[in-house]
């Protein structure tokens, strides 16, 4: 929808129409893991920029336990917007970089909502780490506003927090 190309990036806007019920079900411990996140940015290269309208909608019973992963959530490396989402009854477990919403995200969130979230990321080496209760990792520009969390599990080694695990402003 609304695709505009330039040079190096390309602009889109995705609206959901329905819910999205992962019926709970449960991807564990193998590199083949079937759910792909939504990602748009790669280092050194070009990019997608999104802006992503929920329009209320609701994405539930997502779960994912894979200790050799990071990046653990359904926007994954993501520029662009987020909003109108509520996200119900999600379990990450994994390296790092875990959060129901965004991994990393360059971009405004607005009225994004989680009720129910584990999110535990496993202490290896330097990992552990970036564990949020909406975002994992908040970059440069960015705001959050008229979000809530609640019923939310957070644990891991450091750069923990109940709506971003970290933020780079």
């Not at 129409?17 to 790669?42: L, P």
Request: hydrophobic content about 35%; glycine content about 10%.
């Amino acid at each position: 929808n609304n695709v505009v190309n330039k040079d190096y990036y390309t602009y889109t806007k995705v609206v959901f129409t329905d819910n999205i019920d992962f019926g709970g079900e449960t991807e564990f411990e193998d590199d083949n893991c079937t759910f792909t996140a939504i990602k748009n940015w790669e280092t050194n290269s070009t990019y997608r920029s999104f802006e992503f309208d929920g329009q209320n909608k609701t994405i539930s019973n997502f779960t994912i336990i894979n200790p050799a992963a990071k990046d653990l959530a359904i926007f994954d490396s993501y520029v662009g917007d987020v909003k109108n989402v509520t996200m119900k009854n999600v379990t990450l477990i994994g390296l790092g970089r875990i959060a129901p919403l965004a991994s990393r995200i360059w971009g405004n969130i607005d009225n994004c909502h989680v009720d129910g979230f584990v999110g535990y990321a496993i202490a290896n080496g330097d990992d552990g780490d970036k564990v949020g209760g909406l975002v994992a990792q908040m970059q440069d520009p960015n705001a959050i506003t008229n979000c809530s969390v609640k019923n939310a599990d957070i644990e891991g080694y450091r750069d923990l927090g109940a709506v971003a695990g970290m933020a780079n402003l």
